[in-house]
């Protein structure tokens, strides 16, 4: 694996960071085959119970690397279209198979493919520095790695397609605004904020954590008795875990639980 992607793990929390500063860290087919393997490691890692992803230097992700598209569209339509789905959707993909919770904390400019892979995050935390756009139509692309399916999800179809269809960029109040991202925070308070916020929830009991993840996301796409049903399941699980007597115990004995996911 490069160094253009580095992972951190520090009490539960994964960070990984994408290292290519000087292209504002637009991505590489290379980078997102390794990006796949390095979120395999951490949702198989027991000592990791939240990823973020976050950019090196003043941006978070400018999207796939424009200086390497022209040999992409050489391929011709089947070639571009298994690059596509081996490759490039290879990350979505994967993000929806991990339970973790998956944090993305845009320290800068998300553009593009970029800022499909923050809207493919559980939460979205800004610096007020940063700054969103989907500019495909300016560049005579397509958004192929979901951002089609996960922007009107969050803002709604009529904006989502505003957005792809001027290339507007949005400052992080608006964004904020828009339901776009969760919260924003000073650009010199970001990394602590951060780092507290992901910290909380890798506290949390981690196997309630994974299964409410599970839950939200089916309920979205299932009826009201099938939820309740999963649910059921899901709750028979969790109540006879060891993570729910340590909380009954600690709650007891006025501590803090040590959780093991069990």
């Not at 198989?44 to 390497?68: E, P």
């Not at 571009?80 to 993000?95: C, F, H, N, S, V």
Request: glycine fraction near 8%; aromatic fraction near 8%; proline fraction near 4%.
């Amino acid at each position: 694996m490069s160094d253009d992607l580095l992972l951190d793990v520090d009490k539960g929390v994964a960070t990984i960071t994408l290292n290519r500063p000087e292209k504002r860290n637009a991505f590489t087919d290379s980078m997102l085959l390794d990006w796949v393997d390095l979120l395999d490691e951490c949702q198989s890692r027991k000592d990791i119970n939240v990823i973020v992803f976050t950019g090196a230097g003043a941006a978070f992700c400018a999207g796939g690397d424009i200086g390497r598209m022209e040999e992409k569209a050489a391929r011709g339509p089947l070639g571009a279209k298994d690059d596509l789905w081996e490759i490039t959707q290879g990350l979505p993909r994967k993000m929806a198979q991990v339970d973790k919770p998956v944090i993305a904390a845009v320290n800068g400019p998300a553009v593009g493919g970029g800022l499909d892979v923050a809207l493919m995050c559980d939460i979205r935390l800004a610096s007020s520095s940063a700054t969103f756009a989907q500019t495909y139509a300016k560049m005579g692309l397509f958004p192929g790695a979901g951002g089609a399916y996960y922007l009107p999800r969050l803002v709604g179809a009529s904006r989502a397609l505003e957005l792809f269809w001027t290339s507007d960029f949005l400052d992080a109040d608006r964004a904020l605004e828009l339901g776009l991202i969760n919260h924003v925070y000073p650009q010199d308070e970001f990394r602590d904020k951060v780092t507290a916020f992901a910290e909380k929830i890798a506290a949390a009991a981690p196997l309630s954590v994974r299964y409410i993840k599970r839950a939200l996301y089916q309920g979205l796409e299932t009826d009201l008795v099938t939820a309740l049903d999963l649910a059921s399941s899901h709750m028979a699980m969790i109540r006879t875990s060891k993570d729910h007597l340590e909380a009954v115990a600690a709650y007891r004995e006025k501590r803090q639980p040590k959780f093991n996911s069990e």
